[in-house]
């Protein structure tokens, strides 16, 4: 069904001004939710993060608004050192806005901050340790999963990070939680 | 989480009343709607609160409208969840103006229609078409 939804999207691009509103909108909406959800994965009021800002509360509600969009790049470099996450603008080719477009999965678009990826990292080693795993892959996800018990120091929050390691001939998949 | 598809009422003649209305619309608006519907087709229903949505009451208690605001106009979708569960059946489109909807039938036409995808799914409905 993805794959049916990707062909329409791109389908849909032949025509230019589609095409060019259809880029615009996704940015602006995508834009005010992830401000919500990276606010709200925190767990800060509007307000809490406005005076972070030294902003209004009204304006943090415009900014998450879907239907705002003029969101200014200040805005958003501010935004990203208050979350903790890096900005990346750039261009890209609509195949790519495509992909991105039927690919709004909840990691995507609250990321984890600088903090939690180096605790998720610290869990991942902590994980492949127990195992005698010397390699694996670790990619985070915002779940509420279970703690493996063999790692002391780690509860359970919101945000998890998903694991694999290999030990011997298997792959263990676990789902991390850092403290 | 529960992610629902979203699918479009078919009339008895066969149109897909939502891709005709959303054709008939300048290319922008159209661009702002799918783009919305694209966002709440991957959003966990429990959310969709947070993106402009609103659970009617009174006469069309039991419709959902999806709400975009664009260039002074505001924009309506009413469907409802279902006919099963984990999908939204969007039946009836128009504007809202002063706490009015146009057109002002909406209500009771977003219901005969819900009615009757409740009785023929399989032929009342289809999978909403992003083109």
Known sequence: ?179 | MIKVNLFDYIDLDGVNIVRTWLDHRDAKTKAKLNTRLNILEQTDRAEWNKLNTEVLQGDKDGLIAVRVEYKGIQYRLLGYDGPNRGEFTLLACGTERNDKYIPLDIGNAAFQRRTTVEKNPSERRTRHDFR
Request: proline share 3%.
């Open chain 1, 1 to 179: 069904m993805i794959l049916d939804k990707e062909r329409q999207i791109q389908d849909s691009l032949i025509s230019k001004e589609y095409r060019d509103a259809l880029a615009i909108e996704h940015v602006n909406t995508t834009l005010a939710i992830q401000i919500r959800k990276m606010r709200e994965n925190r767990q800060w009021s509007q307000s809490d993060l406005a005076d972070r800002l030294g902003k209004h509360q009204e304006t943090i509600s415009q900014w998450e608004n879907a239907d705002y969009g003029r969101h200014s790049i200040t805005t958003l470099k501010a935004l990203a050192a208050i979350f903790d996450v890096a900005l990346l603008v750039k261009f890209i080719p609509f195949s790519e806005l495509v992909k991105d477009m039927v690919n709004l999965s909840n990691n995507r678009l609250s990321p984890p901050s600088f903090s939690e990826e180096q605790n998720y990292a610290h869990a991942f080693k902590s994980f492949c340790t127990t195992l005698n795993s010397t390699e694996g892959a670790l990619t985070t996800a915002n779940n509420p999963g279970l703690l493996p018990h063999d790692i002391p120091g780690f509860v359970i929050l919101a945000s998890t990070a998903n694991v694999k390691a290999h030990e011997n001939d298997r792959t263990i998949e676990r789902e991390l939680v850092h403290a």
